[in-house]
């Protein structure tokens, strides 16, 4: 997803992770999002420019406090993270470590600020040497990204022969084909102050890997930029407690709620003009912190500084501002969660029929592990709500049961077209919800009946049915039966006309209906295992409502290209892939589909072979978002 900030607005975490939520799932990123919600810990290497036009769009460094607030956010323990800094080569490469505490994060973020500012742009290797460290020093039990800041494009303005812009070219490539296979996921963001950067480059990188890609016209936009990338990562959100002015008696007291389960930590983040103002911090208990407490669980930089609770009790906070009249004081609150809500449907699906009881089920996981306290459940409160998947209306809502070790809900399949359902868990403020479960409900009748044209009706040869007399009716009786007979026929034969002529009617209305068109652009490539084969991604901008894919390619790994189309659907959230003979996907690879559904940033392999071996794979990227 592409998102450009030239004017954020003042409340920008909030709208934006709306929007996250409202475009996801993410792809090859949303494939571990399950993961990281559960463990709420990353392997994170930054990549960050120093080449030496940093030095006029970003002279107030700005980069490295939006890098102090990604790590002051993150999780005191787990998170593993390197850094790679660049200009037309490797400047410095921070080894990939695991960031625990207060201490190791200042010294990370110093590391950051010693890398002297000079020199081009290389961004193609710089990407490699983030993918390289992952290969090669991640924890593999957690999920990767990788967070790419530059205020350009690939640059070398001395390279007479080419060849330094052949290599770095050929260096991306690599980088995104790697981590695609490694479900890396890059989030980039260009500092675009001049409006001369070409941005097409670090968006297809985020494109191409499932992550995502934002424009700021200003650096001292690029902290709400990592504080949203945190949200989307770490599946949090940012909750506003206070945006307001001190009043006459210098005193700003204001109360916030932490809920009494399902946070790991509480992350405040107190941003002011006047760092002379003073804050005490209040518990449930109404105890106050000492000032030796706070400045133990505060990281302080330039801009912002963060107060990090672990294992806060739940209850009533207050935290107190004292300062002149007057100044301003926002202050917002971050959890860190350790649980997340995973649910499925049974019937599986995704095809249902109408009238179908489709039986729902849900769970609590706290660091990985199933919930498995039946107490827990009674406490927790989880909605299913059903959305039309076109248009993202909700169709219905239900309290959910809560069972010994879940929660349950049956939903009749009333209403026919395409659907998702997610299920809500939340308890005082606290809310998670589940993975998208995407349905279709099919109409019997569409499926069943087939109605045949008027011609057709017409070239049918008459049928003579013969009638059985009875020797107990008399000669009026048999009249009258062969009279009934004769009127069925006539009126079979009208019915059948009749359904000929809606048919006709039906089609016509069809034809006037103003096609879905396609709201994004879709990247392809084909590729053969068996034989070594592997096609350069090709990124296609497919208008009408339905599209052959041999318009657009001429290798697909041994799918019939012109048999296989891409079809738009009504939401710009997902299309869909249809194929007459049927395909095998990384979704199902157990039973072949006609109709595969692409959703939004998510790649998906497809196959004429169960093995994958061979074949295509897809990613669908929706339309840009500007704000």
């Avoid at 095809?351 to 498995?372: P, V």
């Avoid at 052959?548 to 009504?570: F, H, N, P, S, W």
Wanted: charged letters at 20%; proline letters at 4%.
């Amino acid at each position: 997803m592409e998102i450009t900030m030239k004017n954020l607005p003042k409340r920008i975490y909030g709208f934006l992770l709306a929007v996250a939520l409202l475009l996801s799932p993410m792809g090859t990123f949303s494939s571990s999002g399950a993961q990281a919600a559960a463990a709420n810990r990353y392997n994170v290497v930054f990549v960050i420019d120093a080449s030496g036009s940093m030095l006029e769009t970003d002279r107030s460094l700005w980069r490295y406090e939006a890098i102090d607030l990604f790590l002051g956010l993150a999780t005191d323990t787990g998170n593993h993270m390197g850094a790679v800094i660049f200009n037309d080569r490797i400047i410095a490469a921070i080894q990939m470590q695991e960031i625990n505490g207060k201490d190791i994060k200042t010294t990370f973020s110093q590391n950051l600020r010693n890398s002297p500012i000079q020199g081009d742009t290389d961004i193609g290797g710089a990407v490699l040497k983030a993918v390289e460290m992952l290969d090669a020093e991640r924890n593999p039990e957690l999920p990767s990204v990788i967070i790419l800041l530059s205020d350009g494009n690939t640059d070398f303005p001395y390279d007479n022969t080419g060849e330094y812009y052949k290599q770095s070219k050929e260096n991306k490539e690599k980088a995104i084909e790697r981590a695609r296979e490694n479900r890396y996921s890059v989030f980039s963001v260009c500092l675009n102050e001049n409006n001369k950067a070409n941005t097409a480059e670090l968006a297809d990188i985020s494109n191409a890997t499932g992550g995502q890609f934002v424009e700021v016209g200003k650096a001292e936009d690029l902290k709400e930029v990592f504080g949203y990338f945190y949200n989307i990562i770490y599946s949090t959100e940012t909750i506003s407690i206070v945006d307001e002015r001190i009043p006459a008696n210098g005193i700003l007291e204001t109360p916030f709620s932490v809920p009494f389960a399902g946070v790991e930590e509480l992350n405040i983040i107190i941003s002011t003009l006047n760092p002379e103002t003073q804050y005490t911090l209040f518990r449930p208990d109404g105890n106050g912190f000492t000032e030796d407490e706070l400045s133990a669980f505060t990281i302080q930089v330039k801009t912002f500084s963060i107060i990090k609770i672990p294992q806060p009790p739940g209850g009533v906070w207050k935290i107190q501002a004292r300062g002149n009249p007057d100044d301003a004081v926002k202050i917002d609150m971050v959890y860190n969660s350790n649980f997340s809500v995973r649910a499925q449907a049974e019937p599986a699906g995704p095809d249902h029929e109408l009238g179908d009881q489709i039986t729902f089920t849900a769970s609590i996981f706290s660091n990985g592990e199933e919930m498995r306290e039946s107490s827990s459940y009674a406490v927790y409160s989880a909605i299913l709500t059903v959305f039309n998947a076109s248009d993202n209306s909700e169709v219905a809502k239900t309290l959910m049961q809560a069972e010994q070790f879940g929660y349950r809900a049956d939903y009749s399949a009333n209403e026919a077209g395409d659907f998702y359902v997610t299920v809500t868990v939340m308890f005082e403020g606290l809310e998670k919800s589940s993975e998208k479960i995407f349905m279709t409900v099919n109409s019997e009748i569409l499926q069943s009946t087939e109605i045949p044209t008027t011609a057709a009706v017409l070239s049918q040869p008459a049928v003579t049915q013969p009638v059985q007399s009875s020797a107990a009716q008399s000669s009026s009786a048999s009249g009258k039966s062969m009279g009934s007979i004769l009127s069925l026929a006539a009126m079979a034969g009208a019915a059948v006309l009749g359904l000929a002529l809606l048919a006709l009617l039906i089609r016509l209305i069809l034809s006037r209906i103003k096609p879905s068109v396609f709201q994004g652009n879709v990247m392809i490539y084909a590729f053969d295992n068996i034989n070594g084969m592997m096609e350069s991604p090709r990124t296609i901008q497919p208008t009408r409502g339905r599209e052959k894919l041999g318009r657009y390619i001429t290798e697909g790994g041994g799918i019939d290209l012109d048999k296989t189309y891409l079809m738009a659907d009504k939401s710009p959230n997902y299309i869909w892939l249809v194929s007459d003979s049927g395909l095998y996907s990384g979704e199902n690879a157990e039973k072949k589909e006609k109709k595969i559904c692409l959703y939004s940033g998510s790649e998906i392999t497809v196959s004429r072979n169960r093995d994958l071996e061979s074949g295509l794979r897809i990613t669908y990227m929706s339309g840009n978002i500007m704000y």
